[in-house]
């Protein structure tokens, strides 16, 4: 039986190639506007691209629950947006954040703002295993500035260290994108839906 992934459609972005992309590394992908069905997912995905107040309007009547399920050891997987709304608060906006993680999303303190393109990720996280290249696709103005231990990877930007790969319980979350990130991004969508199984 393939892993069941639920991924949220908040109202912002593009869907169509993560959801192939975890399709074609083998989980049956429900795509839900409703987010109170999130609270029965098996794994969620929080897709990117967007901001931070628009992203958390939706989910925002769900947040505490959300929350409690993550911590609880419902894998699941935030990307650039996605992961951002996992802190307690952004720069970006004034909507709190789920609160997964401690600490607030905080501006890219670059010439070139937003970064964008392929950059190195820093990572012995086993969700690296077997990836043939450790250059993925990131596109942001902003950066999840965590308060506990919770930073896995790192990339650096403009001679800058930047956190870039966080796990709490079972929730990941990166800031880059792997749906966009061609071989390397499919292997570690592949080892994030290994894991998931083998947390259930």
């Not at 450790?134 to 930073?151: A, L, M, N």
Request: proline content about 6%; glycine content about 10%; charged content about 25%.
């Amino acid at each position: 039986m393939p892993l069941s992934i639920t991924l949220t459609d908040y109202g912002v972005g593009n869907l169509y190639s993560i959801r192939r992309s975890l399709e074609n590394c083998g989980a049956r992908v429900e795509v839900v506007t409703d987010m109170r069905e999130v609270l029965d997912a098996e794994c969620i995905v929080f897709p990117g691209v967007g901001a931070f107040d628009k992203t958390m309007e939706r989910l925002e009547p769900y947040r505490d629950e959300i929350m409690e399920r993550l911590l609880s050891g419902t894998p699941a997987l935030g990307i650039c947006i996605g992961m951002q709304i996992l802190f307690e608060g952004s720069d970006e906006g004034r909507s709190p954040g789920l609160g997964v993680i401690k600490g607030r999303v905080v501006p890219l303190e670059a010439e070139i703002v937003p970064h964008m393109g392929w950059n190195t990720v820093e990572s012995g996280d086993p969700l690296m295993d077997g990836v043939p290249d450790d250059h993925f696709y990131f596109v942001h103005s902003y950066y999840g500035s965590p308060d506990e231990d919770v930073t896995i990877g790192t990339t650096e930007y403009e001679g800058k260290t930047v956190p870039a790969f966080f796990r709490k319980a079972n929730t990941y979350g990166t800031q880059f994108h792997p749906e966009k990130s061609s071989a390397s991004g499919m292997a570690f969508l592949r080892n994030f839906i290994s894991f998931a199984e083998s947390v259930l």
